[in-house]
């Protein structure tokens, strides 16, 4: 018994040393991994680097296949590669080209990655870090002879992305023209590269500024329609940079990192993977068809087409129901003796039937959070804010037909209930607003009808609507007939189910119409 009982006394001493020294050695590797993790930089806010993209510029950004949150490309590739970089996790939040820069000076994200070049009057509000070499160049269709500089283009109508800066450097070769007495060239904008490109196509426009590395990527796609007729000499159009807000410090991090993907190879193999060079092989591929029917079955059937569908249906629905309980306790204070009050709803009725609604939805979503720093915040969702500017907008347009409705009840119908004995809300309840209700059911379906038409404009900020994901498909693919098709399909679904509601609607109140009242009294 005492031998067993002297045995672990003796293996004590011979264990802590070793548990010691495997303490110490995990402390040492810890420390280590600490000292050796690169720095955060300011702009990755709560742990996270979150990056704002227009996915509508293969190869840099583009939706890959039917999944809208599927974000690929060179850029992707490269913000995925620093959050690794960094040890953060990565959030990619989509929207319209025009809407990037806005949400990075609302602090709506920390970095913007869309294939943007490094331009100086840029550079005077962000900060920008360039990883890539490209050249722009003007682009038109196939056998169309090469320009000997931009004089050329003198009298030609060129599209170019809107929010680019392309527009502004046409515009000072205008000035030149100009100086010289010669026609300027015609500068067209359209929203998305896609729509740029389909200009030239069908034969809209003479050309297409761009960048060499989008060209060199379509040229499958393209099926050797269009070609570099000029590459201008303009040097400040040679680099693609991320864009973070002003910040000497964040940016000196993000040229450390970028600097490190370049040494150890990652960025080359990048690049390596998205083959971004000319291959005229590629270009002279056999002729696309003028319709894909399984392109456009595909894409009627594919889920993120129901999706989409089901977000632009759910979204007019709860914004014209949310305009509606807004708007009729308005048309009551309207139709009231309140005359203060009724000034005041009068004005909010002018202000928001008159300002644009795109005007109104891009104030909430990025001037809002500049002004009351909540609305930065993860909560504030695409959905939320297109859910806000729509009910607010409707409900300016919503409050007329109540009020006109209410106005034309007979005011002997309410004096008759007076007379009944029934209290105020009782008389509304069952004589007032039954009757209303007749007369507002066919303005207020036709309203809800253009109001679903609406909610495509939520595609400049991020809601992945129905519209939305086809322009996202059709910059991917460039198979623009097959998806314009079968979008026109989902929301022609929609508005004639819309009808048929209506008119059953419309059927089950006609009680209330005075006319056939009268009629059946013969």
Known sequence: M?????????????RMPVLSATLCGVLALAGHARAQAPALPGFIHDGTLTVCTNPTLPPMTFVNGMDVNAVAGIDMDIVHTLAAYWHVPLVITTMEFTGLFPSLAAQRCSMVASGLIRLPAREQNFDAVAYQDTALVIVARAGTKPLASMADLSGRTVAVQAGTSYSARLAR?????????????????YPTEDQVVQQVLIGRVFAFASQDVELYYRQEQLHGRVGVILVPPYPEYGHFALYIRKDAHDRALLEQAVATLEQDGRIAAIQKKWAIAPDPARALSQPAPLFRWGVFFAALT?????????????????????????????????????????????????????????????FIWNALPQFLPIFREGWFTPFLATWISLS???????????????????????????????SRRQVYRHVIFPQALRIALPPTMNAF??????????????????????QMEVARTFEFTEYYAAALVYYLGMVFFLLFVQKRIERRFAW???????????
Do not use: C, W
């Open 2 to 14: 005492a031998t067993s009982m002297a045995r672990p006394a003796r293996r004590g001493p011979r």
């Open 173 to 189: 070769e205008n000035e030149a023209l100009a100086a010289r007495g010669r026609p300027p060239i015609i500068i067209q904008q």
């Open 302 to 362: 594919s889920a993120a087409f129901a999706r989409g569908a089901f977000i632009t249906l759910t979204v007019a629905v709860l914004s014209h129901l949310t305009a509606i309980m807004i708007s009729i306790p308005m048309a009551l204070a309207l139709n009231g003796r309140n005359a203060m009050l009724g000034l005041v709803l009068k004005g909010y009725v002018s202000v928001f039937r008159g300002a644009p609604t795109l005007l109104q939805l891009l």
């Open 392 to 422: 607010i907008n409707e409900s300016a347009y919503q409050v007329e037909i109540n009020r006109a409705a209410l106005a034309a009840v007979d005011r002997g119908q309410e004096l008759a209930g007076d007379a009944l004995g029934l």
């Open 449 to 470: 009808i253009s109001l679903l038409k609406t909610t495509s404009l939520a595609s400049v900020i991020s809601l992945p609507e129905l519209l939305a994901v086809t």
């Open 512 to 522: 209330a119409d005075r006319h056939r009242a009268r009629a059946n009294e013969f």
